[in-house]
């Protein structure tokens, strides 16, 4: 076994979706000076391998419930979204 294997500062991922063909996003969690962290990050794909991009935001994992509100709260007002149930109903 490879010694990184055990890193708990490696971001675990979590979630990940195609952004286009170099880039992609990632819901990563990881360990940081005795910390617990979510990571929400455009990672870029190219030639020189996998690397995260300054692009993104890192909160404590204890504030993952605002995360989700917010996310829901964004959701709900959305023109896209909104015209989304409106086709439906």
Avoid: Q
């Avoid at 990632?26 to 690397?51: H, K, N, P, Q, S």
């Amino acid at each position: 076994m490879r010694a990184d294997e055990f890193d708990a500062t490696k971001p675990k991922i979590v979630y990940s979706w195609r952004r286009n063909a170099r880039e992609e996003f990632r819901a990563t969690t990881l360990e940081y000076e005795g910390r617990e962290w979510i990571d929400l990050r455009v990672w870029r794909c190219d030639d020189f391998g996998e690397r995260p991009t300054r692009r993104g935001i890192r909160i404590p994992a204890e504030e993952v419930s605002e995360l989700v509100a917010a996310s829901s709260a964004l959701r709900a007002a959305s023109p896209a979204h909104a015209a989304g149930r409106a086709m439906l109903g």
